[in-house]
């Protein structure tokens, strides 16, 4: 049987996941801090840096990782929304990428396996952080697309990104929260589109793998 073309070694999603659960945790910690924002920070390029990991050294991959960090030192070292908006930009089509092979990837598998699993939650993580990095976008684009409460804005600079981070990932389990709401209707179908989606995820996915473990066992 022919090898599939992602990764396939089993560990091989940890340090994505790793990553991933990073930057939802620590980020904001860091972030909060003096001086602490490039740290939080951080945590995306590391995000990024893993996903190329298990994706491969792709040509446009490289193009978009490349793109991406050089936007972010520039919006450290120089300042300025538009830099941050670049960022995010070439971030979230790098994710994009990313989400697309990995969720391929885990759909063409044979057999569940701990490899299956850990790229399927990697799947489910990377929605969210891609929907946040969608939701700061807009927020740059036109500020107020969001209504933040002022205890969740991070650091000295009142840095959005890891409270939308945040609430994509609670919008993605259809828990929600009181501190972050849209202020359009917009927005709002938006967010109803996000929480949508992980819910047809994870049905689509439990399915396959449910279906995959059941074939297996008959077989």
């Known amino acids: 049987m022919r090898a599939s073309r992602s990764t396939t070694r089993w560990g091989s999603f940890l340090p994505l996941l790793a990553a991933m659960l990073g930057e939802l945790i620590l980020a904001p910690v860091f972030g909060a801090l003096p001086g602490g924002l490039p740290i939080g920070r951080g945590f995306s390029v590391l995000v990024v840096l893993a996903a190329l990991l298990v994706t491969g050294f792709h ?8 793109a991406t960090f050089l936007a972010q030192a520039m919006e450290v070292l120089v300042g300025g929304a538009a ?7 070439f971030r979230l089509l790098f994710l994009a990428r990313v ?5 391929r ?3 063409t598998q044979r057999d569940v396996t701990s490899d299956t699993v850990a790229g399927a939650a ?8 891609l929907w946040g990095d969608l939701y700061f976008l807009i927020e740059l684009l036109g500020p107020g697309s969001f209504a933040v409460q002022e ?18 990932m ?5 828990l929600g929260t009181d501190a972050i709401e849209p202020t359009t209707p917009a927005m709002g179908a938006l967010c109803a589109a996000e929480a949508l989606m ?14 995959l473990r059941a074939s297996r066992q008959s077989g």
């Not at 446009?60 to 490349?66: M, S, T």
């Not at 205890?151 to 609430?167: K, M, N, Q």
Request: charged share 5%; proline share 3%; hydrophobic share 70%.
């Open 198 to 211: 992980g819910q047809l995820f994870m049905a689509v996915l439990i399915g396959r793998l449910v279906g």
């Open 122 to 129: 990697c799947a489910y993580l990377l929605i969210g952080l």
């Open 99 to 103: 989400i697309f092979l990995v969720v």
């Open 59 to 66: 040509p446009i991959a490289i193009a978009l990782l490349a």
């Open 170 to 174: 609670l919008n993605l389990a259809t």
């Open 105 to 107: 990837h885990v759909l």
């Open 83 to 89: 830099f941050g908006m670049l960022a995010a930009l």
């Open 151 to 168: 205890s969740w804005r991070i650091g000295p600079a009142r840095d959005l990104r890891a409270a939308l981070t945040v609430f994509s």
